[in-house]
């Protein structure tokens, strides 16, 4: 008991909180150190940041907004006596990697795998007003990208170049096989409510946080490992979803976590993009359009070079 006290004491005094629950072992940082130890002003109790890059949150949220791209987290933030707070893991995973200031030391991108969503007699998702399929829209968008890369100099390696089914892993084992650099899956999305729209990528889980659509809990979560790039896979997600809803101008749905089977065994950093509603009648209209496609390739396409902007070997 009198360690714990100890505990405490120390680590009010560097800024740091420790939880006071035996079972929990987290850390929460305050935000206004976070700020100051990366030069950065604090723009109100709850953001900080600079002109134009600003990191903002909100009281009890698992979600924050980078440069105005809805970005996720492992546990909620807190705030007491007016100070806010995040999870140590949080900063190690969602905000040190988006720093301007931060080197992503990893080799400049040559290879990028392009997984079509579904195939053969796994269809995915069907629009109910013109029965588009999911898995020919996922392959037409590959093509389009693999032309864009190859174009500019990328070599590209497809996960499936016909309507056959692929099992996730195998997936996973042809971008690692071809020592990918970058593994991208491509999908469309549906949901009961024919209201939904909108883009949104998913990373990989990082290790020991919670999925987005899971409660988070500190000790449920230990045991996920996440995987060797799980900083590198929120610098893509950031990158993708960025350029995909600024260009788009479709509702911004945000990063998002998953322990998709497809992404948890890449030797490269990797995500999982929904670009968008099948079962929303207007988005699915837009989807169906081949200039559209067009776009949502190309805005693909300028996340993948952003991304491999901030790469240096
Ligand atoms: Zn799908």
């Known amino acids: 008991m ?10 009010a005094i560097c800024g740091i909180v420790i939880c006071c629950s035996l079972a929990c072992q987290a850390t929460e940082i305050p935000l206004i150190k976070v700020a100051r130890t990366n030069g950065l002003q604090m723009l109100s109790a709850n953001s900080f940041g600079t002109r134009g890059i600003a990191f903002a949150f909100k009281d009890n949220s698992r979600v924050f907004t980078f440069k105005e791209v809805l970005m996720p987290l492992g546990f909620p933030v807190t705030r007491r006596y007016g100070r806010y707070y995040i999870d140590s893991s949080d900063y190690k995973y969602h905000i040190q990697p988006l720093l301007p200031t931060t080197k992503h030391r990893h080799k400049k991108l040559r290879i990028i795998a392009l997984d079509a969503g579904h195939g053969g007699e796994d269809g995915g998702t069907t629009a109910q007003w013109d029965k588009l399929q999911e898995k020919f829209l996922t392959m037409d968008m590959c093509l389009r990208l693999a032309k864009l890369l190859e174009k500019n ?14 099992p996730l892993p195998e997936r996973t084992q042809i971008a ?17 409510s024919a209201s939904a729209s909108g883009i949104e990528t998913f990373t990989l889980t990082p ?19 996440g995987n060797a ?9 950031y990158c993708l979803q960025s350029s995909l809803t600024k260009k788009t101008s479709a509702i911004d749905r945000g990063v998002k976590h998953s322990t998709f089977v497809v992404l948890r065994d890449l030797k490269c950093p990797g995500i999982l993009v929904e670009c968008g509603f099948l079962s929303n009648r207007e988005e699915c209209k837009k989807i169906a359009s081949s200039a559209y496609r067009d776009i949502l390739a190309q805005s693909i396409f300028d996340g993948i070079v952003k991304f491999n902007d901030l790469l240096s070997d």
């Open 2 to 11: 009198r360690k714990i006290k100890y505990l405490i004491f120390a680590s």
């Open 153 to 166: 100099g990328y070599r590209v390696i497809l996960t499936r170049s016909q309507d056959k089914k692929v």
């Open 176 to 192: 690692n096989r071809s020592k990918a650099d970058l593994f991208i899956s491509i999908h469309f999305n549906s949901a009961p």
């Open 207 to 225: 290790s020991t946080q919670a999925s987005s659509y899971q409660a988070s809990s500190r000790n449920a979560h230990r045991n996920f490992i």
């Open 229 to 237: 790039f799980d900083c590198l896979n929120i610098v893509i997600g």
